[in-house]
């Protein structure tokens, strides 16, 4: 009976460019998922990102000027 917890992401592009991100954390229990919740953020066009997961440091870099 081993507990495990992972990680998914859902990442859109808003009309005014704002990157919004939610996070699920999902448990596991012998690979059969027992719980999830999820976390929301949004970042705006020049926000820092770079403590965010790598796939929303790319997603920012694609959509926002430099």
């Known amino acids: 009976m081993a507990f495990t917890e992972k990680q998914a992401y859902k990442i ?7 990157v919004g ?11 059969v998922e027992v719980g999830r919740s999820y976390h929301r953020s949004c ?3 020049g926000d820092d990102v770079s403590g965010q997961v790598q796939e929303v440091q790319d997603v920012a870099a ?3 000027p430099s």
Do not use: H, M, T
């Not at 859109?12 to 704002?18: I, L, R, Y």
């Not at 991100?21 to 690979?31: E, G, P, Q, S």
């Open 12 to 18: 859109e592009v808003n009309e005014d460019f704002s």
């Open 21 to 31: 991100v939610r996070r699920a954390d999902i448990v596991l229990k012998d690979d």
């Open 62 to 64: 694609a959509v926002w």
């Open 43 to 45: 970042f705006q066009p």
